[in-house]
């Protein structure tokens, strides 16, 4: 009997096709093709608000990005030739990449409708969504654009004692999302200079320079006028009936304050009948912690740079993290992934889920919709590369890669020094 040919993958770097998604990937290349597009195409607030971070010099966002390119993986050779799947299985749901899209406020600031497009695409694509407690969507509108791959990420919000929260958990199990990711890593605002500068304050008060950069970003000032002002979709149930736009921006302002205590985690825990992550976690004893708890996940992440400057990179203390953990609860990963290799570096390390934030706000502003579509192939396409080079087929068989990460952050070292 002859043997059946096995499909060929349909990677194609430097096709000469015509087709739309081979041009594309000859104009974007790479993620900071993406974000050049973005800076040059989206009003300067709008870009200033994704691309930021905290303090003078910016420096999280940096570090994340320098600790992951001194990360080294040796590659293996000599095995089969066996397709490559980059695949992962995550709290009982099978995703087609091992790269979600995280949680951010206002997408559709950085292009007006982005919260569907996101949905859209992450549905298409069979990657995670995490809706924002602050975006401009509301959990049953991209319950259903996103019926399969929705998750929701909650802020503390201490009024009548967390009543809001619980009614947004409520609501986001109600609508069918697969996963609650709580977020521990926002205790009080910090100053994003960019955004002062920008008089990017809410409620919105918009200045001659405002005005003046949105008439010139005509794309975007065409999908504001069919989209409609970016709005915080979930919370006018409750604000005061009949509060306008700005008044519901003042309220979500006022409201959003502290970082959730683990007795408050533990009551979500209790209620939360679905997987549960807490989000922002950079030392390995809040981690035993919270798998104390009975959470289900560990997302790492210093908040992609825009909380606290002087906290290390995220994938620093991955290791110690993980390792504190010892398989208890699963392992994701947030912090500068900007590529198919970044996240290969972040699962070889142990991760089973990693989450990008201003990557797929790039791709938004540089292509408008279609932008959320080729962010998630370029994701895919890039890990799947990035496996065969290194000569393995999964994203399991990665984790036995050798790999050297001169940055991991030595926590016992660190406490011996300091007695």
Not at 239 to 264: C, H, M, T
Not at 300 to 318: L, W, Y
Not at 335 to 356: E, H, N, V, W, Y
Request: charged share 20%.
């Amino acid at each position: 009997m002859a043997e059946v040919a096995k499909p060929k993958e349909t990677i194609s770097w430097g096709s000469s096709s015509r087709a739309r998604p081979d041009v594309l990937k000859r104009k974007f290349p790479t993620l900071a093709d993406l974000r050049l597009a973005a800076r040059r195409r989206v009003p300067r607030f709008a870009f200033d608000y994704v691309d930021g971070g905290v303090g003078a010099e910016e420096i999280g966002a940096k570090l994340n990005a320098s600790a992951l390119d001194a990360i080294e993986i040796v590659p293996r050779y000599g095995g089969a030739n066996a397709p490559v799947s980059p695949a992962v299985e995550i709290f009982g749901q099978r995703y087609n990449a091992p790269v979600g899209i995280a949680p951010m406020g206002l997408p559709s600031l950085m292009w007006p409708g982005g919260e569907a497009h996101f949905a859209r695409a992450a549905q298409r694509g069979r990657v995670p969504f995490t809706l924002s407690t602050s975006a401009g969507m509301s959990i049953e509108e991209v319950a259903k654009f996103a019926p399969d791959v929705f998750w929701f990420q909650l802020y503390r919000i201490p009024r009548d004692d967390l009543r809001i929260n619980f009614d947004m958990a409520r609501r986001a199990a109600d609508a069918g999302a697969k996963v609650l990711v709580l977020t521990l890593d926002v205790p009080s605002r910090s100053k994003r200079p960019r955004e002062l500068r920008n008089s990017m304050v809410i409620p919105f008060r918009p200045t001659l320079g405002m005005i003046f950069s949105v008439l010139t970003s005509p794309g975007w000032l065409a999908s504001l006028m069919q989209q409609g002002q970016p709005n915080f979709a979930n919370w006018p149930p409750y604000a005061a009936p009949g509060a306008s736009k700005n008044d519901v921006s003042l309220y979500v302002r006022q409201s959003i304050e502290g970082a959730f205590s683990w007795e408050e985690v533990a009551r979500l825990r209790e209620t939360w009948r679905g997987p549960l992550v807490v989000k922002g976690i950079m030392h390995p004893e809040d981690a035993e912690t919270a798998v104390s708890l009975g959470v289900d996940g560990i997302q790492v992440s210093n908040h992609g740079g825009r909380q606290f400057e002087a906290a290390p990179a995220s994938i620093d203390v991955f290791p110690a993290i993980r390792d504190a953990v010892g398989g208890k609860a699963e392992l994701l990963f947030d912090g500068g992934i900007r590529s198919g290799m970044d996240a290969l570096r972040a699962a070889a390390l142990g991760a089973k889920m990693s989450f990008a934030g201003r990557a797929f706000m790039y791709g938004l502003g540089a292509l408008g919709g279609e932008g959320a579509d080729y962010t998630v192939a370029f994701f895919e396409d890039e890990i799947k590369v990035a496996l065969r080079q290194c000569g393995v087929a999964t994203l399991a068989e990665a984790q036995g890669l050798t790999v050297r990460h001169p940055g991991a952050f030595a926590f016992e070292q660190v406490r011996r020094n300091t007695g």
